[in-house]
Protein backbone atom coordinates (compact mmCIF):
# COMPACT_ATOMS: atom_id res chain seq x y z
CA UNK A 1 0.00 0.00 0.00
CA UNK A 2 1.48 3.17 -1.02
CA UNK A 3 2.00 6.03 1.42
CA UNK A 4 -0.77 8.97 1.41
CA UNK A 5 0.54 12.48 1.29
CA UNK A 6 -1.03 15.59 1.51
CA UNK A 7 0.86 19.07 0.53
CA UNK A 8 -1.82 21.90 0.92
CA UNK A 9 -0.22 25.51 0.24
CA UNK A 10 -0.93 27.91 3.23
CA UNK A 11 -1.40 32.24 2.59
CA UNK A 12 -1.77 34.94 4.92
CA UNK A 13 -5.20 35.12 4.34
CA UNK A 14 -7.83 38.02 3.22
CA UNK A 15 -7.37 41.23 5.64
CA UNK A 16 -10.71 41.47 7.71
CA UNK A 17 -11.30 45.25 8.96
CA UNK A 18 -13.33 44.12 11.64
CA UNK A 19 -10.64 42.16 13.48
CA UNK A 20 -7.84 44.57 11.79
CA UNK A 21 -5.63 41.50 11.04
CA UNK A 22 -5.43 38.58 8.18
CA UNK A 23 -7.71 35.16 8.57
CA UNK A 24 -9.86 32.82 6.33
CA UNK A 25 -13.42 32.77 6.75
CA UNK A 26 -15.28 29.64 8.12
CA UNK A 27 -16.82 27.98 4.89
CA UNK A 28 -18.48 24.90 3.92
CA UNK A 29 -16.76 23.10 1.01
CA UNK A 30 -18.16 20.81 -1.15
CA UNK A 31 -16.51 17.89 -2.42
CA UNK A 32 -17.29 14.32 -3.61
CA UNK A 33 -20.51 14.90 -2.43
CA UNK A 34 -19.61 15.72 1.13
CA UNK A 35 -20.09 19.07 3.19
CA UNK A 36 -17.19 20.04 5.37
CA UNK A 37 -16.97 23.46 7.36
CA UNK A 38 -13.46 24.26 7.51
CA UNK A 39 -11.41 27.51 7.35
CA UNK A 40 -9.04 25.55 5.27
CA UNK A 41 -9.34 23.49 2.04
CA UNK A 42 -6.41 21.78 3.35
CA UNK A 43 -8.26 20.42 5.98
CA UNK A 44 -11.08 19.07 4.38
CA UNK A 45 -8.68 17.60 1.93
CA UNK A 46 -7.26 15.82 5.47
CA UNK A 47 -10.53 14.96 6.92
CA UNK A 48 -12.02 13.34 3.44
CA UNK A 49 -8.87 11.11 2.52
CA UNK A 50 -7.09 10.41 5.57
CA UNK A 51 -3.76 10.98 4.64
CA UNK A 52 -0.66 9.73 6.20
CA UNK A 53 1.72 12.23 6.15
CA UNK A 54 0.70 16.47 5.49
CA UNK A 55 3.19 19.05 4.25
CA UNK A 56 2.02 22.36 4.75
CA UNK A 57 4.45 24.94 2.16
CA UNK A 58 4.16 28.23 3.46
CA UNK A 59 5.91 31.17 3.78
CA UNK A 60 7.04 33.32 7.28
CA UNK A 61 3.64 35.60 6.71
CA UNK A 62 1.45 32.08 6.21
CA UNK A 63 -1.17 31.79 9.22
CA UNK A 64 0.93 28.72 10.79
CA UNK A 65 -1.52 29.66 13.36
CA UNK A 66 -4.62 27.96 11.81
CA UNK A 67 -2.04 25.21 10.42
CA UNK A 68 -1.89 24.61 14.13
CA UNK A 69 -5.75 24.80 14.89
CA UNK A 70 -6.96 22.54 11.94
CA UNK A 71 -4.48 20.40 11.02
CA UNK A 72 -2.27 19.74 14.45
CA UNK A 73 0.16 17.22 13.09
CA UNK A 74 2.16 18.46 9.63
CA UNK A 75 5.69 19.08 8.45
CA UNK A 76 5.84 23.10 8.23
CA UNK A 77 7.36 23.82 5.17
CA UNK A 78 9.02 27.35 4.78
CA UNK A 79 9.32 28.59 1.21
CA UNK A 80 9.96 32.63 0.06
CA UNK A 81 7.95 34.70 -1.14
CA UNK A 82 8.80 34.25 -4.81
CA UNK A 83 9.88 37.71 -6.05
CA UNK A 84 12.37 36.75 -8.16
CA UNK A 85 13.85 34.30 -10.53
CA UNK A 86 16.30 33.57 -7.70
CA UNK A 87 13.03 32.66 -5.35
CA UNK A 88 11.58 30.85 -7.34
CA UNK A 89 14.38 28.50 -7.84
CA UNK A 90 14.85 28.31 -4.31
CA UNK A 91 10.44 27.09 -4.23
CA UNK A 92 11.15 24.44 -6.20
CA UNK A 93 14.74 23.67 -4.50
CA UNK A 94 12.47 23.28 -1.39
CA UNK A 95 9.26 21.26 -2.43
CA UNK A 96 11.14 18.70 -4.96
CA UNK A 97 13.47 17.67 -1.84
CA UNK A 98 9.87 16.75 -0.15
CA UNK A 99 10.12 12.93 1.18
CA UNK A 100 7.28 11.77 -1.38
CA UNK A 101 9.13 8.95 -3.08
CA UNK A 102 6.47 5.94 -4.27
CA UNK A 103 4.10 7.54 -2.58
CA UNK A 104 0.20 9.08 -3.52
CA UNK A 105 -0.14 12.68 -3.79
CA UNK A 106 -2.88 15.10 -2.80
CA UNK A 107 -1.99 18.54 -3.84
CA UNK A 108 -4.26 21.79 -2.54
CA UNK A 109 -2.97 25.19 -4.25
CA UNK A 110 -6.00 26.94 -2.75
CA UNK A 111 -4.61 29.29 -0.70
CA UNK A 112 -1.18 29.69 -2.27
CA UNK A 113 -0.15 33.07 -3.39
CA UNK A 114 -1.29 33.39 -7.37
CA UNK A 115 2.30 32.96 -9.03
CA UNK A 116 2.76 29.57 -7.62
CA UNK A 117 0.02 27.31 -9.23
CA UNK A 118 1.95 28.41 -12.57
CA UNK A 119 4.71 25.62 -12.07
CA UNK A 120 3.14 23.27 -9.94
CA UNK A 121 2.57 20.77 -12.98
CA UNK A 122 6.54 21.25 -12.88
CA UNK A 123 6.89 20.29 -9.81
CA UNK A 124 4.09 17.22 -10.15
CA UNK A 125 6.34 16.31 -13.24
CA UNK A 126 9.27 15.96 -10.98
CA UNK A 127 7.20 13.66 -8.61
CA UNK A 128 6.17 11.08 -11.18
CA UNK A 129 9.46 11.14 -13.46
CA UNK A 130 12.01 11.49 -10.33
CA UNK A 131 9.98 10.09 -7.14
CA UNK A 132 7.99 7.59 -8.42
CA UNK A 133 5.18 9.36 -7.09
CA UNK A 134 1.34 9.17 -8.20
CA UNK A 135 -0.40 12.39 -8.17
CA UNK A 136 -3.88 11.62 -6.91
CA UNK A 137 -5.58 15.23 -7.12
CA UNK A 138 -4.98 18.84 -7.48
CA UNK A 139 -7.51 20.54 -5.37
CA UNK A 140 -8.56 24.60 -5.58
CA UNK A 141 -11.23 25.87 -3.84
CA UNK A 142 -13.73 28.13 -6.47
CA UNK A 143 -14.92 30.60 -4.20
CA UNK A 144 -16.05 32.48 -6.84
CA UNK A 145 -18.53 29.43 -7.52
CA UNK A 146 -19.89 29.38 -4.33
CA UNK A 147 -24.03 28.44 -4.24
CA UNK A 148 -26.48 28.69 -1.54
CA UNK A 149 -23.23 29.47 0.51
CA UNK A 150 -21.88 26.28 -0.55
CA UNK A 151 -17.78 26.48 -2.03
CA UNK A 152 -17.04 23.58 -4.71
CA UNK A 153 -13.50 22.07 -4.54
CA UNK A 154 -12.76 20.93 -7.70
CA UNK A 155 -9.58 18.30 -8.57
CA UNK A 156 -7.69 20.17 -11.68
CA UNK A 157 -6.13 16.89 -12.29
CA UNK A 158 -7.27 16.56 -15.85
CA UNK A 159 -5.37 20.04 -16.68
CA UNK A 160 -2.26 18.50 -15.17
CA UNK A 161 -2.85 15.23 -17.24
CA UNK A 162 -3.06 17.02 -19.99
CA UNK A 163 0.63 17.93 -20.34
CA UNK A 164 1.33 14.39 -20.04
CA UNK A 165 -0.34 13.35 -22.92
CA UNK A 166 0.84 15.95 -24.91
CA UNK A 167 5.01 15.00 -23.46
CA UNK A 168 4.21 11.74 -24.34
CA UNK A 169 2.42 12.11 -27.95
CA UNK A 170 5.50 14.53 -28.63
CA UNK A 171 7.95 11.44 -27.28
CA UNK A 172 6.14 9.24 -29.78
CA UNK A 173 6.42 11.46 -32.20
CA UNK A 174 10.15 12.33 -31.75
CA UNK A 175 11.76 9.21 -30.76
CA UNK A 176 9.33 6.07 -31.43
CA UNK A 177 8.56 5.43 -27.83
CA UNK A 178 4.97 4.57 -27.18
CA UNK A 179 5.64 4.03 -23.51
CA UNK A 180 4.55 6.97 -21.61
CA UNK A 181 0.74 6.75 -23.90
CA UNK A 182 0.29 3.35 -22.99
CA UNK A 183 1.03 4.04 -19.25
CA UNK A 184 -1.62 6.49 -19.01
CA UNK A 185 -4.11 4.34 -21.36
CA UNK A 186 -3.65 1.35 -18.93
CA UNK A 187 -4.02 3.71 -16.03
CA UNK A 188 -7.33 5.16 -16.87
CA UNK A 189 -8.93 1.46 -18.01
CA UNK A 190 -7.93 0.31 -14.62
CA UNK A 191 -9.40 2.91 -13.16
CA UNK A 192 -12.59 2.39 -15.35
CA UNK A 193 -12.46 -0.83 -15.07
CA UNK A 194 -15.49 -2.78 -16.99
CA UNK A 195 -16.92 0.66 -18.69
CA UNK A 196 -18.33 -0.01 -21.85
CA UNK A 197 -17.27 3.51 -22.59
CA UNK A 198 -13.37 3.13 -22.63
CA UNK A 199 -13.52 -0.43 -24.77
CA UNK A 200 -12.71 1.36 -27.86
CA UNK A 201 -9.61 2.38 -26.64
CA UNK A 202 -8.88 -0.71 -24.32
CA UNK A 203 -6.10 -2.46 -26.74
CA UNK A 204 -4.58 0.66 -27.74
CA UNK A 205 -2.02 0.54 -24.69
CA UNK A 206 -0.95 -2.80 -26.31
CA UNK A 207 -0.43 -1.97 -29.36
CA UNK A 208 1.83 1.27 -28.09
CA UNK A 209 3.96 -1.03 -26.05
CA UNK A 210 4.12 -3.15 -29.14
CA UNK A 211 4.79 -0.68 -31.31
CA UNK A 212 7.63 0.85 -28.66
CA UNK A 213 9.27 -2.88 -28.72
CA UNK A 214 9.38 -3.77 -32.26
CA UNK A 215 11.18 0.01 -32.87
CA UNK A 216 13.73 -0.90 -30.06
CA UNK A 217 15.03 -4.12 -31.75
CA UNK A 218 14.11 -2.93 -35.43
CA UNK A 219 11.29 -5.54 -35.76
CA UNK A 220 10.13 -4.20 -39.09
CA UNK A 221 7.25 -6.47 -39.95
CA UNK A 222 6.05 -6.30 -36.29
CA UNK A 223 6.68 -2.67 -36.62
CA UNK A 224 4.26 -2.21 -39.54
CA UNK A 225 1.66 -4.24 -38.51
CA UNK A 226 1.15 -2.62 -35.35
CA UNK A 227 1.32 1.04 -36.97
CA UNK A 228 -1.56 -0.20 -39.39
CA UNK A 229 -3.60 -1.65 -36.29
CA UNK A 230 -2.80 1.27 -33.82
CA UNK A 231 -4.55 3.95 -37.03
CA UNK A 232 -7.07 1.28 -37.47
CA UNK A 233 -8.19 1.83 -33.93
CA UNK A 234 -7.36 5.68 -33.90
CA UNK A 235 -9.75 5.52 -36.81
CA UNK A 236 -12.93 3.86 -34.22
CA UNK A 237 -12.04 6.12 -31.58
CA UNK A 238 -15.33 8.81 -31.64
CA UNK A 239 -16.32 9.64 -28.55
CA UNK A 240 -13.60 10.09 -25.66
CA UNK A 241 -14.75 9.64 -22.10
CA UNK A 242 -14.75 12.56 -19.98
CA UNK A 243 -11.90 11.27 -17.72
CA UNK A 244 -9.72 10.46 -20.62
CA UNK A 245 -10.56 14.17 -22.86
CA UNK A 246 -6.95 14.76 -22.60
CA UNK A 247 -6.29 12.22 -25.10
CA UNK A 248 -8.64 13.16 -28.05
CA UNK A 249 -6.70 16.36 -28.01
CA UNK A 250 -3.65 14.31 -29.50
CA UNK A 251 -5.39 11.80 -31.36
CA UNK A 252 -4.72 14.00 -34.77
CA UNK A 253 -1.11 13.92 -34.35
CA UNK A 254 -0.85 10.22 -33.29
CA UNK A 255 -3.38 9.86 -36.69
CA UNK A 256 -0.27 11.57 -38.68
CA UNK A 257 2.28 9.33 -37.46
CA UNK A 258 0.41 6.89 -38.79
CA UNK A 259 -0.04 8.05 -42.38
CA UNK A 260 3.76 7.97 -43.13
CA UNK A 261 2.74 4.54 -44.85
CA UNK A 262 0.92 3.32 -47.91
CA UNK A 263 0.42 0.04 -47.53
CA UNK A 264 -0.26 -0.60 -51.08
CA UNK A 265 3.38 -0.50 -51.65
CA UNK A 266 5.66 -3.45 -52.04
CA UNK A 267 7.24 -4.32 -48.89
CA UNK A 268 10.46 -3.26 -49.53
CA UNK A 269 9.65 0.27 -49.82
CA UNK A 270 7.57 0.35 -46.91
CA UNK A 271 10.93 -0.98 -45.26
CA UNK A 272 12.90 1.72 -46.68
CA UNK A 273 10.43 4.42 -45.56
CA UNK A 274 10.62 2.59 -42.04
CA UNK A 275 14.39 3.49 -42.62
CA UNK A 276 13.74 6.98 -42.85
CA UNK A 277 11.36 7.23 -40.26
CA UNK A 278 13.69 5.47 -37.76
CA UNK A 279 16.55 7.66 -39.18
CA UNK A 280 14.56 11.22 -38.23
CA UNK A 281 13.75 9.77 -34.73
CA UNK A 282 17.24 9.40 -34.19
CA UNK A 283 17.09 5.82 -34.19
CA UNK A 284 20.08 4.79 -36.27
CA UNK A 285 21.25 1.93 -35.57
CA UNK A 286 17.73 0.54 -36.45
CA UNK A 287 17.20 2.58 -39.36
CA UNK A 288 20.35 1.03 -40.59
CA UNK A 289 19.71 -2.65 -40.35
CA UNK A 290 16.35 -2.11 -41.95
CA UNK A 291 17.98 -0.36 -44.56
CA UNK A 292 20.04 -3.38 -45.14
CA UNK A 293 17.31 -5.46 -45.55
CA UNK A 294 15.50 -3.09 -47.93
CA UNK A 295 18.62 -3.91 -50.23
CA UNK A 296 17.58 -7.94 -49.68
CA UNK A 297 14.05 -7.77 -50.06
CA UNK A 298 14.07 -5.92 -52.86
CA UNK A 299 15.37 -8.79 -54.59
CA UNK A 300 13.50 -11.59 -52.97
CA UNK A 301 10.14 -9.35 -54.08
CA UNK A 302 11.87 -8.67 -57.48
CA UNK A 303 11.96 -12.58 -57.93
CA UNK A 304 8.82 -13.59 -56.20
CA UNK A 305 11.09 -15.83 -53.87
CA UNK A 306 9.30 -16.25 -51.55
CA UNK A 307 6.45 -18.64 -53.59
CA UNK A 308 9.21 -20.56 -54.22
CA UNK A 309 8.81 -22.11 -50.80
CA UNK A 310 12.26 -21.59 -49.64
CA UNK A 311 13.23 -20.53 -46.02
CA UNK A 312 13.85 -16.52 -45.97
CA UNK A 313 16.63 -16.89 -44.37
CA UNK A 314 18.70 -18.95 -46.50
CA UNK A 315 17.24 -16.47 -49.55
CA UNK A 316 19.02 -13.70 -47.97
CA UNK A 317 22.34 -15.67 -47.56
CA UNK A 318 22.29 -16.75 -50.77
CA UNK A 319 21.79 -12.93 -51.94
CA UNK A 320 24.37 -12.19 -49.60
CA UNK A 321 26.66 -14.65 -50.66
CA UNK A 322 26.08 -13.71 -54.76
CA UNK A 323 26.06 -9.82 -53.84
CA UNK A 324 29.81 -10.62 -52.48
CA UNK A 325 31.08 -12.78 -55.26
CA UNK A 326 28.61 -12.77 -58.44
CA UNK A 327 29.01 -8.73 -58.31
CA UNK A 328 28.02 -8.77 -62.15
CA UNK A 329 24.41 -9.17 -61.48
CA UNK A 330 24.19 -5.87 -60.69
CA UNK A 331 24.51 -2.36 -61.25
CA UNK A 332 27.72 -0.95 -60.31
CA UNK A 333 25.56 1.72 -58.19
CA UNK A 334 23.64 -0.78 -56.44
CA UNK A 335 27.08 -3.05 -55.10
CA UNK A 336 28.79 -0.01 -53.84
CA UNK A 337 25.60 0.85 -51.54
CA UNK A 338 25.63 -2.08 -50.30
CA UNK A 339 29.43 -2.39 -49.37
CA UNK A 340 28.47 1.18 -48.02
CA UNK A 341 26.13 0.30 -45.78
CA UNK A 342 28.21 -2.90 -45.20
CA UNK A 343 30.91 -0.84 -43.53
CA UNK A 344 28.51 1.08 -41.78
CA UNK A 345 26.95 -1.82 -39.89
CA UNK A 346 29.98 -3.20 -38.94
CA UNK A 347 30.71 0.07 -37.47
CA UNK A 348 27.53 0.63 -35.94
CA UNK A 349 27.57 -3.47 -34.30
CA UNK A 350 30.82 -2.89 -33.09
CA UNK A 351 29.54 0.37 -31.16
CA UNK A 352 32.10 2.37 -32.74
CA UNK A 353 35.13 0.74 -30.75
CA UNK A 354 38.30 1.29 -32.04
CA UNK A 355 37.17 3.92 -34.33
CA UNK A 356 40.01 6.49 -34.49
CA UNK A 357 37.40 9.51 -35.53
CA UNK A 358 36.06 9.75 -32.86
CA UNK A 359 32.74 12.48 -32.46
CA UNK A 360 33.64 13.20 -35.88
CA UNK A 361 33.06 9.97 -37.38
CA UNK A 362 29.84 9.61 -35.55
CA UNK A 363 28.60 12.95 -37.40
CA UNK A 364 29.93 11.68 -40.29
CA UNK A 365 28.40 8.81 -39.73
CA UNK A 366 24.65 10.22 -39.22
CA UNK A 367 25.34 11.89 -42.64
CA UNK A 368 26.54 8.94 -44.62
CA UNK A 369 23.62 7.13 -43.26
CA UNK A 370 21.06 9.89 -44.47
CA UNK A 371 22.82 9.99 -48.08
CA UNK A 372 22.51 5.89 -48.02
CA UNK A 373 18.74 5.88 -47.11
CA UNK A 374 18.34 8.58 -50.02
CA UNK A 375 20.66 6.97 -52.25
CA UNK A 376 18.81 3.76 -52.31
CA UNK A 377 15.53 5.06 -52.82
CA UNK A 378 16.85 6.40 -56.63
CA UNK A 379 19.11 3.41 -56.53
CA UNK A 380 16.20 0.52 -56.69
CA UNK A 381 13.77 2.56 -58.53
CA UNK A 382 16.25 2.10 -61.24
CA UNK A 383 15.98 -1.66 -61.39
CA UNK A 384 19.72 -2.08 -60.24
CA UNK A 385 19.59 -6.30 -61.81
CA UNK A 386 21.16 -6.05 -64.53
CA UNK A 387 20.18 -9.94 -65.48
CA UNK A 388 16.80 -10.57 -64.21
CA UNK A 389 16.35 -14.27 -65.40
CA UNK A 390 20.02 -15.39 -65.16
CA UNK A 391 20.31 -14.29 -61.97
CA UNK A 392 17.08 -15.92 -60.59
CA UNK A 393 18.10 -19.55 -62.08
CA UNK A 394 21.46 -18.97 -60.13
CA UNK A 395 20.11 -17.75 -56.86
CA UNK A 396 17.89 -20.92 -57.37
CA UNK A 397 20.36 -23.67 -58.20
CA UNK A 398 22.18 -22.03 -54.88
CA UNK A 399 19.06 -22.02 -52.81
CA UNK A 400 18.55 -25.77 -54.24
CA UNK A 401 22.61 -26.88 -53.06
CA UNK A 402 21.72 -25.50 -49.82
CA UNK A 403 18.08 -27.69 -49.73
CA UNK A 404 20.16 -30.75 -50.41
CA UNK A 405 22.93 -30.50 -48.09
CA UNK A 406 20.01 -30.41 -44.96
CA UNK A 407 18.93 -33.71 -46.26
CA UNK A 408 22.44 -35.28 -46.37
Known amino acids: M ?63 NLADEYIKDYEKVIIPFGKNSEEFWKIFEVLTSLD ?3 SEIYFDITHGFRSLPLFISTILQFFKNFKNAEVKGVYYGIFEAKEENITPIVNMLPFIELNQWIESANIFKKYGDGREIAQLISKKIREHKGDEEYHPISSLANKFDIYTKSVGFAAADIYLETIKEIEEKLEKVENVPND ?72 DSSIGYILKYQQHFFKKEFIKLVEQIKDLRNLANHAFIGEKGGKKSLKKSIEHLQNYINQANKVLQEAPIIDKSNFKLFLLNELEKKKRKYHK
Open 2 to 64: KEKILISILGKGQYQKENQKYNYSLTSYKIEDKIIQSKLVGDALRRLYNPDKIFIVGTVESLW
Open 100 to 102: VDN
Open 244 to 315: IKSFSFIIDELKKETKNFDFNLPKWQLYLILSDVLFHKNRYAQALTILRETLHYYIIEELNLLEQGYKIRDI
